[in-house]
């Protein structure tokens, strides 16, 4: 009687508790966050009024358009066509499914960020002080939230699809992407700081728990394609 083939090394050998720590410290730090903007209605903590009463001072016209032309790629659009996209490089055998994968991914961490924002009730900075439009309550930062989850998916459609030293790079370009997001947001006036903190922090407690999510599932296929093998023998 032939052995059931042992299930494959990359499967197995994939950890979970990576994402779980991550998703520990990051709930913490998110929950702790919370919590005292919320015990001070909201307010500005004094870092917040600090570094925005600096970017206000010191922001100059030319690198604010730089700013609106970044910050405008990290919502609504352009974000899920990024997700989209991303989608389609980690499921290419269909890609539209992919495609359809990465949309709902990205819609998935919407939902607890409105929730969160529409708890908290926060308001944004002062509207004189904008060098741009907005709208809806300032944390967590919807841009910020929103292109962070988006660097997470085409990263891993970077380290699907992409072999060799250009993977190096193309993994820290998302990274890049969403930082420069949530910096033009604080540049642009519209959130305080301690905003887009939050929306980097809720988009880290997402992708850990999508990544436990993915390792727990691909060990349950491997698991199982053994026995299915072995039955049909």
């Known amino acids: 009687m032939p052995r059931s083939p042992a299930a494959p090394p990359h499967a197995a ?3 979970w508790w990576p994402a779980a720590v991550l998703v520990l410290v990051c709930s913490v ?3 702790a966050l919370i919590g005292v903007t919320a015990s001070a209605h909201g307010a500005p ?8 009463g600096w970017v206000v ?3 100059t016209s030319w690198a604010a358009v ?17 997700a989209a996209f991303a989608g389609s490089v980690l499921w290419p055998a269909v890609r539209w499914r992919g495609a359809l994968a990465g949309a709902l991914a990205l819609v998935s961490v ?9 708890w908290l009730a926060r308001p944004r900075p002062p509207a004189a002080d904008w060098a741009w439009s907005a709208s809806g309550y300032a944390m967590p930062s919807g841009h910020t939230t929103t292109s962070a989850a988006v660097a997470v998916l085409l990263a891993a459609g970077v380290y699907r699809s992409v072999r060799g030293r250009a993977r190096r790079v193309l993994l820290v370009l ?17 959130h305080w700081p301690s905003d887009v903190l939050a929306g980097w922090l809720l988009a880290s407690v997402w992708a850990g728990l999508l990544g436990m999510f993915l390792v727990l599932l691909r060990r349950r296929k491997a698991g199982a394609a053994p026995s299915s093998e072995g039955e049909g023998s």
């Open 45 to 52: 903590f004094a870092v917040d009024r600090a570094l925005h």
């Open 57 to 59: 001072e010191h922001r």
């Open 29 to 31: 730090s998110l929950a």
């Open 13 to 15: 050998g994939v950890r």
């Open 66 to 82: 730089v700013a609106v032309a970044v910050t405008v790629t990290g919502s609504g659009v352009p974000a899920y066509l990024l």
């Open 110 to 118: 919407q939902v607890p960020r409105i929730a969160l924002a529409s």
């Open 174 to 190: 998302p990274a890049l992407w969403a930082l420069a997001v949530g910096v033009s947001r604080i540049y642009l006036g519209v």
